[in-house]
């Protein structure tokens, strides 16, 4: 499992988001509240964020728990951006693939990250991995089912699939083929933010200045409004849109 989150609004540095609050993301890497399995997110973290004039988003990821990272802690005092995906990890399975496993996982002008697990993993997806041209496998960044639920939204959205599109139908192919899946997925381009929930909490808050859509809400504002599950959520600047997540075919 992991804790998540991703924001649009005014320019903020990346500790005001993710160290600074009361049950900031680093918190919830050692105690989360509302996690749906684990206590601890300690197998990595990262954060993906957009510079000033910059389309492309830069990437900081380690395989070690954020709370042991001095380095990003002087880096996040400084670095300012208008939005971000961030997230701290808990392995479904102990495995070597380090930092590569870590989200946000980036490809084109997108970050992506996946809070959940995959039951029976890799069996209960090889069928749906077969699906997938070979040169789409080769390229997974690694060998853990948030990679590959990340390369089929992937297919779907270098097709032309809407964000919103691209996560409900893999939500849907994922959860016909492993039964029980938790699949919260989350989804930027920097502009706006797309998001399901399939077995764990999402909560959203909309201000003035900032967007923000997180696993937690990280203080005590009143404006963080719960998501329902099976729901799929997009989010821009101006506002929140909610609609339910169909039951996959039986």
Request: glycine share 8%; net charge negative.
């Amino acid at each position: 499992m992991c804790r998540h989150l991703a924001f649009l609004g005014e320019p903020a540095t990346l500790g005001e988001l993710l160290l600074r609050p009361p049950h900031s993301l680093e918190r919830q890497s050692w105690e989360p509240r509302s996690q749906a399995s684990g206590v601890v997110n300690a197998d990595g973290f990262g954060v993906g964020w957009w510079a000033e004039d910059d389309p492309v988003p830069a990437r900081y990821r380690r395989s070690g728990p954020i709370w042991g990272d001095l380095s990003f802690r002087d880096l996040a005092r400084v670095v300012r951006t208008r939005a971000l995906l961030a997230a701290v990890r808990g392995a479904t399975l102990p495995g070597a693939d380090g930092e590569a496993a870590a989200a946000p996982f980036a490809a084109d002008r997108w970050l992506f990250s996946h809070n959940g697990a995959v039951p029976g993993w890799p069996g209960s997806l090889a069928a749906v991995a077969a699906t997938l041209p070979a040169r789409d496998l080769l390229a997974l960044a690694a060998g853990t089912d948030s990679a590959l639920v990340w390369a089929l939204v992937l297919r779907r959205l270098r097709a032309g699939d809407a964000p919103e599109q691209a996560l409900a139908d893999t939500v849907r192919e994922v959860a016909e083929a492993a039964p029980g899946a938790r699949l919260n997925l989350l989804l930027t381009d920097g502009s706006t933010i797309t998001a399901t929930t399939w077995g764990d909490s999402l909560w959203y808050l909309t201000g003035p200045d900032r967007t923000v859509v997180a696993s937690e809400p990280y203080d005590a504002d009143p404006r963080w409004q719960a998501v329902p599950d099976h729901s799929v959520l997009t989010a821009s600047r101006s506002g929140v849109a909610l609609s339910p997540l169909k039951e996959p075919s039986p």
